[in-house]
């Protein structure tokens, strides 16, 4: 069992709650979490490069001389690759890098990486996150009042634009529901910021322990 302590947005610990590791697979599935991130960062690739080959630059195809008798080296029509202003020899064209998992999978390597977050202490559950209105210094204060000073993640329970719009000016900040949780983007933060609402719904019931 983990004790994960809750605290409130000035950074006082309220509640904690004992979380066992098999509501997160049990262990850290290292090879299922390495598979998952290769995935990410192949779907994050673009792959819109592309050149010319010598059949798209403009030219004609008529060979420019004969191939023998004029004591210059043998050269084909003036869009080979071989010239200035020929096409590519070998060119690029749009590519799929994107790679697929199997949904429990996906779902499985994403604990494995809040469990190796909870492992090293990386976790923080607030109790609410709640904002009348966008308001980027009161949700800097909050992170200020958990001593989170490096990269994070938010997870929230639902969709909420204030939430959004508050973190979204913050150097290496980003919110999520906890809905859309994967194993790239808790790996890619050094932190993890939950509510106690998206965390509850992740691990399902906790023992809560009053301090």
């Known amino acids: 069992m983990i004790r994960l302590a ?23 599935n290292f090879a299922l979490l390495k598979q998952a991130i290769v995935m990410y960062h192949a779907n994050s690739r673009v792959g819109t490069a592309a050149t010319k080959g010598r059949s798209m630059v403009a030219g ?3 060979k420019l001389f004969r191939q023998k008798g004029t004591g210059n080296a043998r050269i084909g029509n003036i869009r080979t690759g071989k010239r200035v ?3 590519v020899t070998f060119a690029k064209v749009p590519h799929d890098f994107g790679k697929r998992m199997p949904q429990k999978q996906r779902r ?20 609410e996150l709640n904002m ?20 994070c993640l938010v997870m929230i329970g639902d969709a909420d634009e204030n939430v959004y719009r508050s973190a979204r000016n913050i150097p290496k900040v ?25 965390f509850l719904s992740l691990v399902g019931p906790v023992k809560d322990k009053g301090n």
């Open 108 to 127: 499985l390597a994403a604990r494995s990486a809040v469990l190796e977050k909870l492992l090293s202490n990386d976790v923080v559950v607030v109790d």
């Open 132 to 151: 009348e209105k966008p308001k980027t210094k009161e949700f800097a204060s909050i992170l200020g009042n958990l001593k989170i000073n490096r990269s």
């Open 85 to 87: 202003g020929g096409g």
């Open 60 to 62: 004609s195809t008529r």
């Open 6 to 28: 809750v605290y409130n947005r000035d950074g006082e610990e309220v509640e904690s709650l004992k979380v066992d590791e098999s509501a997160l697979g049990g262990g850290v």
């Open 174 to 198: 980003a919110v999520m529901p906890v809905s859309q949780l994967n194993a790239g983007d808790v790996c890619n933060h050094s932190k993890l910021l939950f509510t106690k609402q998206a």
